[in-house]
Each structure stands twice: as structure tokens, then as C-alpha cells.
């Protein structure tokens, strides 16, 4: 090939790929769109201009179940000046992905190869959840990509919900579902206030077309201990009651009753075999004196011997594990723990039940048949007319005694063919006090004393569930950073405890502290910051969206005994502050008392959760309490 010609086809070919490059490149109009959306939305890297999704429904006569067609369409634009994302995709045995495909604007399919893994989290494998998924690179600002996606599900009962809002700002979404006639599906919706969403139904021959356009909507807020998806963003959710084929009428989840009928179908077809733990529950029970002895032994032991793994998505989130495997393994997920813990029970001659309840993290109750109001399974003893509720997940949980995240729900029991609705008991905060008592003297301008707190309720447990996941040789390391915050100005010594396994009794800490630099003198006076833990003063809420779900209802009672150094007097004391509402009491207050300054602080969380629309309120008072801290006692010759 002679000089020429390889010079002509070079400019051939760098014209045919400046054309190719062209055509996938954002244009003036997708630029100026890209720049007015990050204005909007600065936090975030892609939008999704327009979307599309499809929802269809068919007859499988092969296994006599409603199957649905699931697609989506999606154009996702940087917003950015460039930006790298996984978009995927889960499904798990009882469905399949069809398509999954990226182009460019022009059409043509980009270069991007979608992996399939099963899906784990923190190294642990679901049962047979799986995510198809693809790296997508977006080079500048405007760059856009076409996303489509079918996904066929063999069992309408597996598809429960579509969500509107997306991780990433959504500008336009258009949700079309084409439900036929011979299909009886309730569409219930939820959290559609303050958002843009236009509905519309239109008969179309031996179909009903819901379709639903929302526009500009937020990506949904990660911050930690926010309530679940179901409280926060709009969403439908499809009740799928009957199907009729032939003239036959097919019964589906019609009812609470029939969907009870479909988990107790999967709890007939388990194979338990108790004789394989029998010679364990004779050991647990040998030696108690009462039933609740013996209740408790067992119980306990399932909570200290048995690992919790999560399967909580695919069928292997409805199924429990036979208890002898639970057993043999010494690990299950929340339905194989209360299944084994149902069955040694029994052994033990108690009445024990399966129990389906669904966490505050759903929205829902029992009063919609769907598989999406439950995502836990807890065991019911019933005992003397009275039902208990063992979550044998709940490490140290005293029996009796309610994880915050149930408390409140609504519970389904098994009770042979029918079943019984029940709620777990709700408890007050003060069930779950935590009570300090710290008497300090003044010595070298350092604080010293002695310190005594009790724990009780979940701030117990929770206090021994983290101590003893920690390994033996660093527990006392542990103690003292927990008790100190790993502060150096903080030293402990001469720690006693009360048992740090007895999930029934008070815990208690008792120890001696030094604590430096909160004591300065001038002159004739001495300035002491008598607060060392300064509760709650990080919740300042600067940024915060979403509503706070705590942990549990808290209530803390802290007092502080200063001994007033002989040859002083008390010449000013921070201010008190004192506050009471439906959601929350704070109050912080001086006292002089002989030779002594108290110091009492009390924080009661009368509720499980604060408001977003209580934040103004919150953060008023937050501002208030925090200056407080920073006010000092004031001593003078």
C-alpha cells in the first residue's frame, strides 16, 4: 500500500469515528439541560431525564400461576463533569432478567458487559438472591446513556410493589400497568402527598390501563436510622386477589386467611426431626426449679448458640430452615431460629407457635394480604392465657422483654388452619432507663471521684451485646474506652462489675475516675465544667432530611454530686433549662445543698422516633441545652 493511500484511508477513518463520536456526544441542548439540573440538584452526579416502566400480566399454565412482565426504559444523564455508577438489577429464583442493555443516544449498543453474581451482604450469601449489573461511565457533562430492562416473574405473589422515586433525581416518570380483565389486582398507594403524580385509568378492550406520571422527584436520602422506604416515598403496591380462567375463579391473596394458607403450606412441607435436640432441651431444663426457668434456658440458649445469617430475600425468605439443621449448623436466619426455638420448646412441654410480624421498618399491617407486610419471624409461647414473644435474633434480650422494632406491630400466629392477630405490648421508656450517680471533689485542679450506672431494658442489652462481641483478650480494653469515650483527659481505674451474661438483673458499673482539664483556677476563683458526656450534643440536625428512627426509647438519669472545696463559695451556676412535649423531656439543673453542688440531667425519648416537621422545635431547644454546656461553674474565695 503506497504512502498515499494509507494517508487517505487514516483520514477515512478519522472522519468516519469523529462522525461515530458525534452522534453519542451530548448536544448544545443535552449540555444546557445538565448545567439547569445540577443547579438543581448539587448533590448528585446522574439524573434520569425520562423513564418508563411497563407492567403486564399472563396466564402460566405450565405451573397454573399469574406470571408478570416488568420492563423499564430509562435515559440517564451526568449531570456532572463526569461520573462512574453501577446501574443493576436483583432477582432471585423465581425470576428471570430478559434484557438488560445500554446504548448510546444514537441507538447503537455501547460497549458496556453486565456481570451476574449472587448478591451478599458483609461476605454473607443470601439464599439465591442474585444482581445482574454494569459499570457505566459517563465522560462529561450532558453525556447521556439509554437504559432497558425486562425482568419476567413466574408468580404475581413475588411482585408486591414499584417505587417512584429513584437513588437518582427522576424528571419525568411514567408507570403504565395493563391489568386484563380475568385478573382481580388492587392497586393501594401510598405517600402520594406533595409529590407531582397524575393518574389516569382508561379501559382498553379486555384491558384496564392505570398509568401514573410523576415529575421531579427527589433521589431518595441516605441517612442512618431513617424509617423504611414504605413511610418515606410513593409507591403502589399490588394485591393480587384472584385469576379466572375458564370460567374457573382462582383464589390468590384475597385475605389475610389466604395468605396465612400459603405460609402455612410452606411450614407443612418442613421436615423437623426434634429427637435430634432432644438430649440439649433435657439438659436445659434438668435443674430449673419453675416453667419460666425453663423457658428462659432455652430461650437464651438460642440466643447465645445460635448465629444469626440473614436469608431474607428469595423463597428463602418465607420458608423456615428445618430446626434440626438450625440446630447441627448453629446458625439460621430469623424463621430457622424461631422455628427451632418453637420446636425445643414443645419438647419441653409449652405451647409454642410460628409468629410473622413485620418490623417498624414496613409501614403495613395485616389488613393488606401481601408478602410484603412481614420481613420477620419471631415464636409465641402461650402461657397461662398469656402470649410472650421470643426474637430469638435479639441477643440478650430478657424475657418479656421487646426489641423497640417490634414493639407495636402487629403479629400472625400460627393457631393450626386459622390463625390468631395479635400486637407485641408496647413499653415506656423508662423501661430501658440508664442511671448515672457520679460524686466528684476537686484535687489539683483535677475532677475525682467515683462513678455508679445501671442499666436496664434495651440499654442493657445493648450494652451486653456489644461487650461480648468483643474479643476475650480486648474486653477490658473495650470497657474502658466505652466508659471513658477514649478520652485521655479520663481515667478509670478499679472497675467492678455486676455479671456481664445476666440478661435478667440490673447491670451495674461502679469505678474511680481522674478526669483533667475541666477545672482552671485565676486569682481567687475556680472555673469548673462539672459535664463531662455533653448527651446529645452532636444532634444538631444541620443537614438532616429525613425522620430519626431511634434505636429504642431512652431515658437517661444522670446526677452529679461536686463537693465544694473548703474555703470556696458557689458564685455562679449555669443556667437550668428545662423542656417537656408529646415527643421528648430535657432538663438540666443546679442546686446548691450543703457543701455540695448537684447537677441533675435528664433526657426521657418518650417516642421511637422525631418528626422531620419536629426538627425547627428540636433544633431551637438543641441550641439551647448545648449552650448550657458550655456555661461553668464559677467558685470564688
Request: hydrophobic fraction near 30%; proline fraction near 3%.
Amino acid at each position: 500500500m503506497t504512502y498515499e493511500k494509507i494517508v487517505f484511508l487514516f483520514i477515512l477513518l478519522t472522519g468516519f469515528f469523529a462522525i461515530a463520536q458525534k452522534n453519542i456526544d451530548p448536544t448544545p441542548e443535552d449540555i444546557k439541560l445538565a448545567k439547569s439540573l445540577r443547579v438543581k440538584y448539587d448533590k448528585s452526579d446522574i439524573a434520569i431525564v425520562k423513564s418508563e416502566e411497563n407492567v403486564s400480566f399472563a396466564i402460566n399454565k405450565s405451573i397454573n400461576s399469574v406470571e408478570v412482565n416488568y420492563k423499564i426504559n430509562e435515559n440517564l444523564m451526568n449531570i456532572n463533569h463526569r461520573a462512574d455508577i453501577s446501574k443493576y438489577e436483583f432477582y432471585d429464583s423465581e425470576s428471570e432478567i430478559k434484557t438488560f442493555s445500554i446504548k448510546y443516544r444514537n441507538n447503537k449498543t455501547a460497549a458496556f458487559y453486565p456481570k451476574d453474581e449472587f448478591y451478599k451482604s458483609n461476605d454473607l450469601f443470601y439464599n439465591d438472591a442474585k444482581v445482574k449489573y454494569v459499570q457505566l461511565d459517563f465522560p462529561v457533562q450532558g453525556y447521556s446513556y439509554d437504559y432497558e430492562m425486562e425482568k419476567e416473574i413466574r408468580d404475581i405473589k413475588y411482585f408486591t410493589s414499584i417505587y417512584f422515586n429513584d437513588e437518582y433525581p427522576v424528571i419525568e416518570k411514567t408507570i403504565t400497568i395493563k391489568v386484563p380483565k380475568w385478573l382481580e389486582l388492587e392497586i393501594k398507594e401510598f405517600n402520594f402527598n406533595s409529590h407531582d403524580i397524575k393518574k389516569t385509568i382508561t379501559p382498553d378492550g379486555e384491558n384496564t390501563i392505570y398509568k401514573y406520571v410523576i415529575k421531579n422527584i427527589d433521589p431518595s436520602v441516605k441517612e442512618d436510622n431513617s424509617p423504611g422506604p414504605s413511610y418515606m416515598y410513593p409507591h403502589v403496591l399490588f394485591i393480587a386477589k384472584s385469576y379466572t380462567e375458564k370460567a374457573e375463579k382462582n383464589t390468590l391473596f384475597n385475605s389475610t386467611a389466604d395468605l396465612y394458607k400459603w405460609y402455612k403450606s410452606l411450614v407443612d412441607s418442613m421436615k423437623d426431626e426434634p429427637t435430634i435436640f432432644a438430649n440439649k432441651v433435657k439438659e436445659l431444663t434438668k435443674d430449673a426449679k419453675t416453667d419460666d426457668e425453663k423457658i428462659k434456658n432455652i430461650y437464651y440458649w438460642v440466643q447465645d448458640n445460635i448465629r444469626y445469617i440473614a436469608f431474607e430475600d428469595g423463597i428463602a425468605g418465607f420458608k423456615p430452615d428445618d430446626s434440626q439443621n438450625v440446630f447441627e449448623k448453629r446458625y439460621g436466619d430469623c424463621k430457622g431460629m424461631a422455628n427451632l426455638t418453637k420446636q425445643m420448646l414443645k419438647l419441653a412441654g409449652f405451647d409454642a407457635r410460628l409468629t410473622w410480624i413485620g418490623t417498624n421498618h414496613i409501614a403495613y399491617d395485616y389488613s393488606i394480604p401481601s408478602l410484603s407486610v412481614d420481613n420477620h419471624m419471631i415464636c409465641t409461647l402461650i402461657k397461662d392465657g398469656k402470649k410472650y414473644f421470643l426474637d430469638g435474633t435479639e441477643k440478650f434480650n430478657s424475657f418479656g422483654e421487646y426489641a423497640e422494632r417490634i414493639q407495636g406491630k402487629e403479629v400472625l400466629i400460627e393457631d393450626g388452619n386459622k390463625f390468631i392477630i395479635d400486637k407485641i405490648p408496647v413499653q415506656k421508656s423508662i423501661t430501658n432507663s440508664e442511671k448515672i450517680v457520679t460524686n466528684y471533689k476537686i484535687e489539683n485542679e483535677n475532677l475525682t471521684g467515683s462513678v455508679n450506672k445501671e442499666f436496664i431494658g434495651e440499654s442493657r442489652s445493648t450494652f451486653l451485646y456489644q461487650y461480648n462481641n468483643v474479643k476475650n483478650d480486648k474486653k477490658e480494653d473495650a470497657l474502658k474506652w466505652f466508659l471513658s469515650g477514649n478520652d485521655k483527659n479520663y481515667n478509670i481505674s478499679n472497675i467492678i462489675t455486676s455479671d456481664l451474661n445476666n440478661r435478667d438483673q440490673k447491670l451495674n458499673i461502679s469505678y474511680e475516675t481522674k478526669l483533667a482539664n475541666h477545672v482552671s483556677s485565676f486569682d481567687n476563683e475556680m472555673y469548673v465544667d462539672l459535664d463531662y458526656d455533653k448527651e446529645y450534643k452532636y444532634m444538631d440536625l444541620k443537614d438532616r432530611k429525613k425522620d430519626i428512627m431511634f434505636d429504642y426509647k431512652s431515658h437517661d438519669d444522670i446526677t452529679i454530686i461536686l463537693e465544694i472545696p473548703s474555703g470556696y463559695k458557689v458564685s455562679k451556676l449555669p443556667t437550668n433549662f428545662e423542656i417537656n412535649n408529646e415527643d421528648y423531656a430535657i432538663s438540666l439543673k443546679y442546686e446548691v445543698k450543703g457543701n455540695t453542688i448537684i447537677y441533675h440531667k435528664m433526657f426521657d425519648f418518650k417516642k421511637p422516633i422525631l418528626k422531620s416537621s419536629k426538627f425547627e422545635e428540636w433544633k431551637k431547644n438543641h441550641l439551647q441545652f448545648t449552650k448550657n454546656y458550655s456555661e461553668q461553674i464559677v467558685l470564688t474565695k
